[in-house]
């Protein structure tokens, strides 16, 4: 009796561990969530959105449009104003002559305004009463008001040199160069994200091919099991096919945990880590197009971000170095002045003689200063000179190493396309060399030794296949990402 309900509580086990299990995997509706597809443009975004170098270089660059911004705010209306009551008691010499105590009461109202050519225009309007009464004194101090209009130009520094337009194309010279800085490092980090991306698909492949080979050898030792009922094959051949079925676990093993050290790698760069069955949604890139080794040269010069960086400074510093030279000139400046005056008793009567013009107040000046050594000013324009011939030499430098970087990613594309097609002919030879010789142990002439051993080349094969294939499309990104094509060929080009 018990045996009848061994069979019945065990089918009824499984039945409830299979529900649980289908539970598990297919949630209630309205709870599922789809899987997110990870393709290349989504793990670039990814990585460009989550780089703190980038951030960093954006912030720079916002902090370099505002130079040109902060410089013309210099040309604001500047409204000044001010009063002021001063009670003088202090004791006197002669107080019947001087009086006791004087009272004296300022205003004053000035509109400032500066222009690109160096003008300094100021519109002042100046209100003074003094009370210092005396018993002695015909004339009583009184109440003044002043309303003028003063100009100052250099004539030397902005007017002839015009340091301002030197300042102004040096600030978007440095917009320019930050600019070409945040696509070069944007260049950079879809190169990085892009080699990790292949990584997982390379370990995908291998988990794959692994997984192939553990089906094929554990069919392959059932096969056996079978036979060596009747006697059509020995021992050596099952243990054979056993050990084989252990290699192949060994090596699924071995290639889930590169798989899980490539993730760890690709999630790194991303920010977030991705599971196997988003990965295993991945397409690969489009094959980039290959050009002469000249043409990729001249890309190179036109294309890189490092290479217009540096050129944009070099024009920055050729500007600087011109604004050096023109802040440093000696100051020769023309000072005019022209205003009304008013004079009396009361404010009333102030503005009375100010509203007639009939008492103006006229001015006229130059001023000049200029070091007698001149050796701060020497300084100053030579250091711009080294600045200059630096980014000058950096320049050359970068172009010297962009040359070996395409050089060298032009001949590997060469390279890795021939081993690719090499590696194809290799897994197609071995697949027919372990057709042969199948056909042949299908018919006893040859043992489970050899078929075991040629089925593992045909697994080795399409491992260096996978590699090669790997590796030949990351030759294609190396060399877009050294003529700086990269964004432009996988469509990410955007305006920072």
């Not at 889930?256 to 880590?273: D, R, T």
């Not at 594309?413 to 027919?432: I, Y």
């Amino acid at each position: 009796m018990f045996k009848d309900w061994i069979p019945a509580c065990a089918g009824m086990t499984t039945y409830l561990i299979l529900l649980v299990f289908l539970f598990s995997i297919h949630p209630l509706r309205g709870e599922e969530s789809p899987v997110e597809v990870w393709d290349l443009r989504t793990v670039a975004d990814r990585a460009l959105a989550h780089s703190p170098e980038l951030k960093a270089a954006l912030t720079e660059l916002q902090i370099s449009r505002l130079e040109e911004p902060l410089f013309l705010s210099e040309l604001d209306t500047q409204l000044e104003s001010g009063y002021q009551r001063t009670d003088d008691q202090s004791p006197r010499a002669a107080p019947l002559f001087e009086g006791t105590r004087s009272q004296l009461e300022t205003f004053h109202v000035d509109l400032a305004q500066k222009t690109l050519i160096g003008t300094e225009a100021r519109l002042a309007w100046a209100n003074e009463s003094l009370d210092n009464r005396s018993q002695f004194r015909v004339l009583d101090p009184s109440a003044g008001s002043i309303l003028s209009l003063q100009i100052k130009q250099n004539l030397l520094r902005y007017l002839w040199g015009r340091p301002d337009v030197s300042r102004r194309k040096r600030y978007r010279s440095n917009v320019t160069a930050q600019i070409e800085k945040v696509r070069h490092l944007s260049t950079e980090l879809v190169a990085n994200a892009t080699r990790a991306y292949l990584e997982v698909q390379f370990a995908l492949q291998r988990v794959h091919i692994a997984g192939e080979g553990l089906a094929i050898a554990e069919k392959l030792l059932q096969s056996n099991n079978e036979k060596i009922k009747f006697g059509l094959v020995e021992e050596s051949d099952v243990a054979q096919s056993l050990a084989s079925v252990e290699a192949e676990k060994t090596e699924i093993l071995v290639a889930q945990s590169f798989l899980k050290s490539k993730q760890n790698a690709l999630a790194e760069i991303i920010g977030e880590s991705i599971s196997v069955s988003s990965a295993t949604s991945m397409t690969l890139p489009v094959p980039l197009p290959l050009s002469s080794l000249d043409s990729s040269l001249q890309e190179a010069l036109i294309n890189r971000g490092d290479i217009k960086s540096l050129e944009a400074s070099v024009q920055a510093a050729e500007w600087a170095a011109r604004s050096e030279v023109l802040e440093t000139l000696p100051q020769l400046s023309l000072n005019a002045s022209y205003g009304m005056a008013g004079l009396d008793y009361t404010y009333n009567g102030a503005w009375d003689d100010l509203g007639g013009f009939d008492h103006p107040v006229k001015s006229i000046g130059f001023q000049f200063i200029s070091p007698l050594g001149y050796r701060k000013e020497k300084l100053l324009r030579k250091n711009k000179k080294l600045e200059l011939e630096y980014i000058r030499q950096n320049l050359e430098r970068t172009k010297l190493m962009v040359d070996r970087e395409v050089r060298d990613a032009w001949e590997n594309v060469q390279m890795n396309r021939l081993r690719l097609t090499a590696r194809e002919n290799l897994v197609s030879l071995h697949r027919k060399k372990f057709i042969a010789e199948r056909d042949n142990f299908r018919r006893g002439r040859s043992t489970t030794d050899i078929l075991v051993r040629f089925q593992q080349e045909i697994h080795q094969a399409e491992l260096l296949l996978a590699r090669a294939q790997a590796d030949q499309q990351m030759a294609e990104i190396d060399l877009a990402r050294a003529t700086g094509t990269l964004l432009s060929e996988l469509d990410m080009e955007k305006n920072p």
